[in-house]
């Protein structure tokens, strides 16, 4: 069982950076693919970035790309998002998944746990 815990949502202006953290629970964090999506209301939840277990392989989807940047710190159990200059198409809750594969997809049908998501409201 692995529990994920996302914080460091807000409300933000346009253009303004935040950093949202994702602590997990479990001793082989390492080993687990890790994921950002978002959902906004009366949308699909949507692929923001993902990051493989050592780190070494990192995917964005292409609106994100350039603006956003996934790391992890294994030591910590802890993913990050980070996220600058953003827009309010930007607003949603994000939510953090973890796969057992090591790097997982896009689709959010093949992770196995989720966070409970993180408001985030960019005001323009």
């Known amino acids: 069982q692995v529990q994920l815990v996302e914080s460091g949502g807000g409300l933000v202006q346009a253009g303004g950076s935040l950093r949202l953290s994702c602590a997990a629970s479990?001793?082989?964090?390492?080993?687990?693919?890790m994921g950002w999506f978002r959902q906004a209301p009366g949308k699909e939840r949507e692929f923001v970035a993902r990051?493989?277990?050592?780190?070494?392989?990192?995917d964005y989807a292409a609106s994100m790309k350039g603006r956003f940047t996934i790391s992890r710190d294994n030591a910590k159990n802890t993913v990050y998002l980070q996220m600058s200059s953003l827009k309010p198409e930007d607003t949603a809750v994000y939510y953090c998944?973890?796969?057992?594969?090591?790097?997982?997809?896009?689709?959010?049908?093949?992770?196995?746990?989720w966070g409970q998501g993180t408001q985030v409201t960019v005001s323009s």
């Open positions: 998944a973890s796969t057992y594969e090591t790097f997982g997809p896009r689709t959010p049908d093949r992770y196995n746990y």
């Open positions: 479990g001793r082989t964090f390492s080993t687990y693919g």
């Open positions: 990051i493989s277990g050592s780190g070494g392989m990192r």
